[in-house]
């Protein structure tokens, strides 16, 4: 069951589509209710979408395998979404709203660290645990928050694989750029990619924060030519990235070897840049793959065809931390026998399973810690090129001149 809210208000005909009265707010007595606030319209709204879509295709997949088992008494869950336009007071409001006057029983996350980052306060003020994939900054996780619990790797060691690869490609890049948006993901990237090239033994010639939403990269691209960078390192949101990798382009602004935070695993992102997208390397610390077992949906890969079936778009790592999510709370309550949030927080706290995401197992801070894997776009599709350890497949390095392409 699902309910869409748009503008803080219930969408009437997408409720009566769906067979639902508007007006209900409460679960059902044989529901377990789930509310979350993410970003349907707006600027961050194509990644937004992740969220809800994998919120709504768990919900429906768990409920059609016989729900959730409470002391031998059968749930189903129900969903209820706000879409926060991409707007972070909105988005504390919705949640303030779902916890407080929709009652809902536990909590699904925004998309971003800043959301989360804000969101989470509202989990913690109440003692409502707050499952979400959508935020990885350290900051969401340093603040001794015990009801927020994250399926994201730490922003920090982001591009952790992607320096241990710098050692073993020839020619070995020496002088690297670091970009990075003023948000607090970002930060936390460039904050924990500092000490990695350090201890890389690599010169970083170019340590620059740009504006969150920047389109404008021009004198940045500037410097990284005159400066002559072999590597840059972009950490941003997806709109920014493409902008960068244009005007890389139109500046023929042509470095050995770039890579970004977001948009290489993303379909949207490729289709966009088509040809221009070729070289660029970014990571995921998922991949639709058959040896990732769930009690859901069978393996990752069975997943990923149920997604595309459903949706008409391919998933990516923030799909899978979606639906890990979703299976993450209900792992708890039943292993909690109850419904008690601060049972279900301690719970959620000892998980250890798998999950069609991989292994599901929180630290002591609340956030989990996956490998990323170095992918890079090769034949308009992102090819697995490195593991943190070894090569997957042969990269394609140097990158080629633009003025060559």
């Not at 992918?375 to 992102?382: D, L």
Request: hydrophobic residues 40%; contains cysteine.
């Amino acid at each position: 069951m699902h309910m869409l809210f748009r503008h803080g208000l219930p969408c009437t005909a997408i409720a009566l589509a769906l067979g639902l009265a508007s007006g209900v707010s409460q679960a059902a007595d044989n529901q377990i209710l789930l509310g979350a606030s993410v970003q349907l319209t707006g600027p961050v709204a194509n990644t937004g979408r992740y969220y809800n879509d994998a919120y709504q295709l768990a919900v429906d997949q768990i409920n059609r395998k016989g729900g959730v088992t409470l002391n031998g008494k059968k749930y189903t869950l129900a969903l209820k979404i706000y879409d926060n336009q991409s707007d972070v007071n909105l988005s504390v409001r919705q949640y303030t709203q779902l916890v407080s006057q929709d009652k809902v029983n536990f909590l699904l996350g925004p998309f971003a660290s800043n959301f989360a980052l804000a969101d989470s306060a509202v989990s913690e003020k109440y003692q409502i645990p707050m499952v979400q994939g959508g935020g990885a900054s350290d900051q969401i996780f340093s603040r001794g928050f015990k009801y927020v619990f994250g399926t994201l790797a730490p922003a920090s060691d982001y591009f952790g694989s992607t320096i241990k690869m710098f050692k073993q490609l020839k020619p070995e890049p020496a002088k690297v750029a670091l970009l990075y948006a003023d948000d607090s993901f970002d930060v936390s990237v460039a904050k924990g990619t500092r000490p990695l090239l350090q201890e890389a033994g690599v010169q970083t010639i170019l340590d620059e924060r740009y504006s969150s939403n920047a389109s404008d990269f021009n004198t940045l691209l500037s410097q990284i030519k005159s400066k002559q960078a072999d590597a840059v390192l972009v950490a941003g949101h997806e709109t920014e990235i493409l902008n960068f990798i244009r005007q890389a382009k139109s500046l023929d602004v042509s470095p050995k070897f770039y890579s970004f935070t977001v948009g290489v695993p993303s379909e949207d992102f490729r289709k966009a840049l088509g040809k221009d997208a070729e070289y660029a390397f970014g990571m995921t610390a998922w991949l639709p793959s058959e040896t990732l077992k769930d009690d859901w949906f069978g393996d990752a890969a069975q997943f990923a065809k149920a997604w595309g079936a459903q949706y008409r778009y391919e998933p990516d790592y923030h799909a899978a931390s979606g639906v890990a999510d979703v299976e993450a709370l209900v792992k708890a309550i039943e292993k909690a026998g109850t419904l008690e949030p601060k049972a279900v927080r301690n719970a959620l706290a000892a998980s250890d399973f798998n999950s069609l995401y991989g292994h599901i197992k929180f630290a002591d801070n609340g956030q989990i810690h996956l490998d990323q894997t170095v992918i890079q776009v090769q034949n308009g599709k992102p090819a697995a090129v490195f593991d943190g350890d070894k090569f997957l497949a042969q990269p394609q390095y140097p990158m080629p001149d633009w003025s060559k392409r």
